[in-house]
């Protein structure tokens, strides 16, 4: 971007947001004592921007732009901003209604502002007339499971108390301040300065990884007297967000999706399809098809549909699911009268029966397509358009598909599955999870499984079986009822072969291993489990501790849960397929 005519001595914290063809970047611009936001825009993210002559706020300092955009389409413009006037001084965050990319409704409420030492700035800042100055800035904001959290620095980097923390609340539109999470006394911040090894992490991002399942907490720190950027896994353990960092240590590669692309040999292609890497373009009139094999029954595909071209008359494009010779869902995506058409829902003897519509104006869509047994999701551009469905089977069967020319890029697609417990079928059955064996009882209440082992040891139990894999499991004790109470993992090969690690008190068992868990650890509270299953190895961690290896199955397995004499509740199960398929695909 080019200098503004102004030519103000600092350009701060760019952040950009995307919409329907155009890239916004929101920053900040001023001499340090008196800072705005403003706007630009560019037709690609990588450069190209002009100032749009848009100033969104009108306090005397404002820096730290971030936009979220919740599930129901709202914009919300959070950035920090100074209160003189507060309990402890200093600069804190705000949120603001957004009406259009370049307008804010001017009525920003506080959220997140300083209440704790660790948040001092500056015990007597003299720019400031001497006073104990203290600084929340930095905001970054997702949303699970229906509570917002709101990611922030907070005090100074130059001291060992600098670092991340975060805040939450039900309600964005609520008028009480976010309630936050660290207090840096009994409990720390989630990523902080490590002397002499990390310094002044900070000021953080939140990215899905390439396999769309993992998530990245990338920040800023400083290494010999330069600020460069950061990157490391994060997560969620009940209502707690943990960064697997700071590190200063070599970590492991993000893990790949099964399919990147459209170049993988095992993709089956039907019809007329010019192929690149990254794009698959429909050439031939007639129907067409890209088939992924071996896509399974539970995956994630994330890709973008350009349906520019697309024939005003019968021209189509989109993606099917099959199952016993039959398509329990289709989608479809169409120009007509020069708007954008979605239409979905089953096809019986050809035609698309049971469908649904809806339209828009835009003509480049992302889809996010989630099949997890007969549940799936499909969300159009985020919050433009979300579908539920329920099917009668699990799919065997995916397909891109088009009659006529449009085109596909940005194809991933990640075996395996999430479940958070939280859709409005709530039930054991219609999650897909079984009982293996034993007595016990296991329901979902309150967005939480719940597995009561009290009467007899009980196993569960979803999924294929893989080669290898990742599964991350968070999960506390809700209820011991006997000191011997156990709960665990199994690693299961079929045939009555399994693999034991218990977990009782805050000890970790296994026939190779014996890992005593921080007096810190509260079986009561979540806490994340990973088991990393790779031919002939097993891998333990809890969240950022190395629980142990031992030797694992040479052939398919799936992880069970169990419990005996105890009641679990999980509150996420994550599973995520490693196998490596082909020549051309690697993890």
């Not at 306090?59 to 599930?71: L, Y």
């Not at 007595?439 to 294929?464: L, M, N, Q, T, Y």
Request: hydrophobic share 35%; proline share 5%.
């Amino acid at each position: 971007m080019e200098k503004l005519a102004s030519d103000p001595p600092h350009y701060w914290a760019p952040e950009v947001t995307y919409s329907d063809g155009k890239f916004y970047l929101y920053y900040s611009a001023g001499n340090e004592a008196l800072m705005e936001i403003r706007v630009a825009v560019s037709d690609r993210p990588d450069g190209g921007f002009v100032d749009s002559g848009k100033r969104l706020t009108h306090e005397e300092f404002a820096i730290d732009a971030h936009v979220f955009t919740d599930t129901d389409g709202s914009l919300h413009f959070f950035y920090a901003t100074d209160f003189l006037e507060h309990t402890h001084i200093g600069t804190g965050v705000v949120v603001d209604k957004m009406i259009d990319w370049f307008t804010l409704a001017g009525d920003p409420r506080p959220v997140t502002r300083a209440k704790f030492d660790w948040q001092v700035y500056d015990p007597a800042r003299v720019e400031k007339g001497g006073v104990r100055w203290h600084t929340v800035e930095g905001p970054f904001v997702i949303k699970r499971k229906g509570v917002y959290y709101q990611m922030f620095s907070g005090g100074n980097w130059q001291n060992t108390s600098y670092g991340v923390g975060f805040a939450t609340t039900g309600d964005i539109e609520s008028e009480t301040e976010w309630k936050q999470f660290s207090d840096g006394v009994g409990t720390l911040p989630i990523l902080r300065t490590i002397p002499n090894q990390v310094i002044g992490p900070g000021h953080n991002s939140v990215i899905a990884g390439p396999n769309n399942r993992e998530l990245f907490c990338v920040y800023h720190e400083w290494i010999q007297g330069e600020r460069v950027l950061a990157v490391d896994r994060m997560d969620f353990a009940g209502s707690r967000i943990f960064v697997l960092g700071a590190t200063n240590t070599p970590q492991p590669l993000p893990y790949l999706p099964y399919y990147c692309g459209f170049e993988d040999p095992a993709i089956v292609l039907q019809g007329g399809w010019e192929i690149s890497e990254k794009i698959a373009t429909s050439k031939l009139p007639g129907e067409s098809e890209l088939i992924f094999p071996n896509a399974g029954g539970h995956f994630l595909a994330v890709f973008d549909v350009e349906i520019a071209r697309l024939s005003e008359t019968d021209g189509t494009c989109g993606f099917s699911l099959a199952a016993g010779g039959e398509t329990p869902f289709e989608l479809q995506l169409s120009i007509e009268h020069g708007r954008t058409c979605i239409r979905w829902g089953s096809r019986i003897n050809g035609e698309l029966s049971d469908s649904f519509y809806a339209s828009t104006d835009i003509a480049l869509l992302n889809l996010r397509l989630d099949v997890n047994g007969r549940n799936i999701t499909v969300d159009v551009n985020g919050s433009l358009l979300q579908i539920e469905s329920l099917l009668p089977s699990a799919p065997s069967r995916f397909a891109l598909t088009a009659s006529s020319e449009a085109t596909f890029s940005g194809f991933a697609l990640t075996r395996g599955f999430e479940d958070l417990f939280n859709r409005p079928r709530e039930s054991v059955e219609g999650y897909g999870w079984e009982v293996i064996r034993g007595g016990g009882s296991c329901e979902i209440r309150d967005r939480e499984f719940i597995v009561d082992g009290r009467a007899g040891a009980i196993s569960i139990a979803k999924g294929p079986f893989y080669e290898e894999y990742e599964i991350a499991v968070n999960i506390r004790v809700s209820e011991n009822g006997a000191a011997e109470a156990v709960c665990g993992f199994e690693i299961d090969c079929g045939q009555g072969e399994r693999l034991k690690v218990n977990i009782s008190g805050r000890t970790i068992r296994s026939e190779a291993f014996v890992f005593e868990l921080p007096e810190s650890f509260d079986p009561a509270n979540y806490h994340q489990f990973r088991l990393i299953v790779r031919k002939g190895t097993v891998k333990m961690q809890m969240e950022g501790l190395e629980v142990g290896t031992f030797a694992g199955p040479d052939g398919p397995s799936r992880t069970n849960i169990f419990c005996e004499k105890s009641v679990i509740a999980l509150d996420m199960v994550r599973l995520t397929d490693l196998t490596i398929d082909s020549a051309s695909r690697s993890v």
